[in-house]
């Protein structure tokens, strides 16, 4: 009786009885709704390219007129599908993220659905700030003291230097721990160095890596910093890594030792030199040049004013590239630009057929999500059909799923995690790809491969301010056809190739060896 009434009732209303899923557009987003609710009919809204929210909408109305809809799955990334999706289905559409994660945006549900929607993260969305009334699902928790480790023995008569670092510089899983560890091991050769630094998951083994050559090595545990991004005058990075207590050991450890501190999110701790491995305004004025958002304009504001104020409590300043130093604008700023190791990284035949690319970065650091994003999405289909043989080794930094999941399909593309030792990549491969899309800084892998003499393709902030040129040390390509046009150029020309990275790498053996940088290190210190 009771089937039959349903389907009476929904009969007068000119629909099926059986509530089915629509999947709005094409994506990986539809698999995972048919994987969650595998035994419910689906009805696909098709999407083309172009469409306005206003086409998406008239054709789902269509598709759906006869069905009652259960769930509905649309991308945040595409704003026109979500639109078409919330209006024709709501209450009913299953938001995912890129990296798969979904959230039912519902209104019983106002606030986390609206973040959701406008893209921050799903772990983020109940997150309320402390300045929020009432219960807080989560609150902070910071560290409030430094533990010691002791190191090698002081040496009398060296200078003392204190470096401030936000991570620990070993293991080295991404390129500022890769700079800071090798201008700190070459530079206690000529002082004594202190390192303050956060840990994340190191052992005491790692710890060791550091001790050999530093005399004491102040660690923290690792901040759990659960304040909404939007809800801070300052940006959330400076916010992080920052309490009073620490502040306050900090400056009593210290006793009179020159403090350098690395990355300005540090700013706040003083010192004497800051090291500014990118101008962070600048990263952020392009995001925001791209997105256009309140929230880019937000993330913009608050650290071009944080970062100005900084840079003014500093009597030194250090940047990675003239073209850096040219946008602080600071009188006390020296450019000591990343290096490489030349014993570690050497030049080694390449073998095989001309087939293998390497992509490395941390995806922990977003515009190397962005970089990926942009090969695999623009690039990567203009060249998947034109060459079979094809494969993709991406080397992504610990939990990399954390911050994109790949789409499935074309297994020739391998995602990494961490990965110790990055050499036997380098060897394999015939291209270095840099896709970047917005950078700051340089870049220690475009150093890596020119060390181990392979051809570099790269957009031109990629290899900014590493003083390559296009046709003669590096192949640069500003558009997605030009970058895969490059790529398949260079893998069909061995000659250029080898031409390229030659050049590249007498370039890296004259200019970016570790200790010449690290001697230009102390030279900063013993100014101050």
């Not at 899983?173 to 050769?189: K, M, P, Q």
């Not at 958002?293 to 009597?315: A, I, M, Q």
Request: hydrophobic content about 40%.
């Amino acid at each position: 009786m009771k089937q039959f009434l349903k389907r009476a009732f929904f009969s007068l209303l000119g629909k099926e009885p059986e509530a089915v899923i629509a999947i709005f557009g094409p994506g990986p987003h539809g698999d995972k709704l048919r994987e969650l609710v595998p035994d419910r009919r689906v009805v696909y809204i098709p999407v083309e390219e172009g469409d306005s929210t206003g086409e998406i909408w008239l054709r789902a109305r269509r598709a759906l007129a006869p069905y009652r809809v259960g769930l509905a799955a649309a991308p945040v990334a595409n704003r026109k599908i979500l639109t078409a999706a919330c209006t024709v289905c709501a209450g009913k559409v299953l938001a995912f993220h890129g990296n798969l994660d979904r959230h039912h945006l519902h209104w019983s549900t106002p606030l986390a659905s609206a973040l959701f929607a406008a893209g921050v993260p799903l772990d983020r969305i109940w997150l309320r700030p402390s300045w929020w009334p009432g219960r807080k699902r989560e609150v902070s928790d910071l560290p409030r003291v430094w533990r010691r480790i002791e190191g090698r023995p002081a040496r009398p008569g060296a200078p003392k230097v204190a470096v401030l670092s936000p991570y620990c510089p070993y293991p080295l899983s991404h390129g500022g721990a890769v700079r800071i560890y090798n201008l700190l091991r070459n530079a206690s050769s000529y002082c004594d160095v202190t390192i303050f630094a956060f840990e994340d998951g190191q052992s005491e083994s790692d710890f060791a890596q550091l001790t050999e050559f530093c005399t004491n090595l102040y660690i923290a545990k690792k901040p759990r910093y659960r304040e909404p991004r939007w809800s801070t005058l300052l940006p959330p990075e400076a916010c992080e890594f920052y309490t009073p207590e620490l502040h306050e050991q900090l400056r009593r450890e210290l006793n009179g030792q020159i403090l350098q501190v690395e990355y300005t999110m540090l700013g706040r701790y003083g010192g004497d030199v800051l090291v500014e491995h990118d101008v962070t305004w600048d990263l952020f004025e392009q995001l925001h040049a791209q997105e256009k958002s309140l929230r880019s304009w937000w993330d913009l504001y608050r650290w071009r004013l944080y970062e100005t104020r900084v840079l003014k409590s500093f009597p030194r300043v250090v940047a990675m590239s003239d073209k850096d130093a040219g946008l602080l604008g600071h009188p006390g700023t020296v450019v000591i630009p990343n290096g490489v190791d030349l014993d570690r990284f050497q030049p080694a035949p390449e073998e095989g057929p001309a087939r293998r690319l390497l992509f490395i970065g941390s995806f922990r650091h977003f515009p190397n999500v962005a970089a990926y994003r942009f090969f695999r999405e623009q690039v990567w289909p203009l060249l998947s059909k034109q060459l079979a043989d094809l494969e993709v080794d991406v080397v992504a930094g610990p939990d990399p799923h954390l911050y994109w999941s790949q789409p499935p399909g074309d297994r020739r593309i391998r995602l990494h995690g961490f990965v110790s030792d990055v050499r036997p990549f380098y060897k394999d491969t015939h291209l270095v790809l840099i896709p970047t899309v917005v950078s700051a800084g340089t870049n220690l892998k475009a150093l890596e491969a020119m060390a181990t003499q392979r051809a570099i393709v790269s957009t031109p902030s990629g290899v900014a301010g590493l003083g390559l040129e296009h046709g003669k040390s590096v192949w640069i390509a500003d558009t997605a056809r030009a970058f895969a046009e490059g790529i398949q150029y260079l893998l069909e020309n061995k000659e250029r190739r080898t031409a390229l990275a030659q050049a590249a790498y007498e370039l890296a053996k004259d200019r970016y060896g570790w200790p010449a940088l690290a001697l230009r290190q102390v030279q900063v210190w013993r100014k101050q």
